[in-house]
């Protein structure tokens, strides 16, 4: 069968796209339990301006049951091009049973829209896991699409919130409650802040690590400071910081959308390791998501190999309430061989310049670090994905007080 053939829905679905404005995604958003930061509207708008973004929405017998939000990149000149979907489709609604012929539906929609009808690639990213999710991977492969299986599929450490605040603190391994333990009993002080302010504050000491440590970052936490700004107030990102008499020495951001919650970037100056204040801080936002009604804290990003200090310290966190899983993948479905050529040789020459930027920005950052040894004020940080990187600045932290 052609992958350029539409499918039809099976009975009582329909599909419509681009039907909704900003403020009725943001509603739509707010009825899924696995609605995420990546799939909303202002997350998409700043990394791919709003006129490259569209928005599907599943219906079965005149009831919203799925959406989904796509990133759209086309080659110039010609009409090739991707539609990024990422932690999507949407297809879990609050208070609804898990329905995976839901899930089915809202792919074959999506691929009759941007595969069928538009003759891009559509590339989706689920937000589900191996093993848990073997059912989705099969609809998948049944709906034409590929799985990227020789690419490295993401790891994390889901940590389960629906335990007591004493049955998750006694999960914690031993090592991990008697830093709490030194953390509480020091004159720290705990700030929380959705404003900018308070991200410009955590962005000071963010910068003091990866200047220290040498890194490339992965993701531009300037980014995520537009997108917060950007973001409705029952979106946006949670910013902690942990402050001792000399300033801020620790921080974490963290989304918490939907049901679960996503550790997207945690900071900690030399003081700060002393002081044990990513301890405090990272207990002190699981008691607020219990209180909020989160059930699932999603640590983002694990390497026990390449960064076994940052694995050691959120698997001792998760403890026994934590669970070690691999992302599902990358699922790719092309409109044709032509397609399917570019997108994978657009992939390689971005893998290529990714790198090669990589190499420079560390040489450069190497050889500024020689000559201004004095400036490195020594920042250790978790950053998204587990992975730490490093840039030639040391901004300066803005000390006040979060709102």
């Not at 979907?85 to 839901?102: F, K, N, T």
């Not at 974490?252 to 939907?258: M, Q, T, V």
């Not at 450069?364 to 670090?369: I, N, P, S, T, V």
């Given at each position: 069968m052609s992958k350029r053939k539409i499918r039809q829905l099976a009975p009582g679905y329909t599909s419509e796209v681009d039907t909704a404005d900003e403020k009725k995604w943001c509603e739509l958003l707010q009825e899924f339990d696995d609605a995420n930061l990546y799939q909303t509207w202002s997350y998409a708008a700043v990394i791919s301006g709003s006129r490259n973004i569209s928005h599907l929405i599943l219906k079965r017998n005149g009831e919203v049951v799925a959406i989904a939000q796509a990133r759209i990149a086309k080659v110039p000149l010609i009409s090739l091009g991707v539609a990024y979907?990422?932690?999507?489709?949407?297809?879990?609604?609050?208070?609804?049973?898990?329905?995976?012929?839901?899930f089915g539906q809202a792919i074959r929609a999506l691929r009759n829209e941007f595969v069928c009808k538009r003759g891009l690639t559509l590339r989706l990213f689920p937000l589900a896991f191996a093993g848990e999710s073997s059912p989705l991977s099969k609809i998948l492969i049944g709906e034409d699409f590929s799985s990227l299986r020789q690419e490295t599929r993401g790891r994390t450490i889901l940590m389960d919130l629906r335990p007591s605040l004493e049955a998750l603190r006694e999960g914690m391994r031993p090592h991990w409650r008697r830093e709490l333990k030194v953390a509480e009993k020091k004159e720290l002080e705990v700030m929380e802040g959705s404003d900018d302010e308070s991200f410009e504050s955590f962005i000071g000491i963010y910068k003091e690590m990866v200047w220290r440590k040498n890194f490339v970052e992965p993701n531009d936490i300037h980014q995520f400071r537009l997108i917060q700004a950007h973001l409705p107030e029952q979106f946006k990102m949670k910013v902690m910081l942990c402050r001792t008499a000399e300033g801020v020495c620790s921080g974490?951001?963290?989304?918490?959308?939907?049901s679960t919650a996503l550790y997207l970037f945690g900071a900690t100056s030399n003081a700060g390791m002393k002081s044990r204040g990513s301890y405090l801080l990272q207990w002190r936002?699981?008691?607020?998501?219990?209180?909020?009604?989160?059930?699932?804290?999603?640590?983002n990003g694990i390497n026990p190999a390449k960064n076994a200090g940052t694995y050691k310290?959120?698997?001792?966190?998760?403890?026994?309430?934590?669970?070690?899983v691999h992302s599902l993948g990358r699922f790719d479905s092309h409109s044709g061989l032509l397609g399917r050529v570019c997108i994978e040789v657009g992939n390689m020459l971005r893998s290529s310049h990714r790198s090669m930027r990589q190499l420079l920005r560390s040489a450069?950052?190497?050889?500024?670090?020689t000559s201004h040894t004095s400036q490195d004020c020594g920042a250790v940080v978790s950053d998204v994905g587990g992975r730490l990187t490093r840039v030639p600045t040391a901004p300066k932290v803005i000390e006040k007080r979060a709102r």
């Open positions: 979907i990422q932690w999507g489709p949407l297809w879990r609604r609050s208070g609804a049973e898990v329905d995976a012929d839901i974490l951001i963290c989304s918490a959308i939907g936002l699981i008691e607020q998501l219990k209180r909020d009604g989160i059930l699932v804290y999603d640590l310290f959120k698997d001792d966190l998760a403890g026994k309430n934590g669970k070690d450069r950052a190497g050889k500024l670090r």
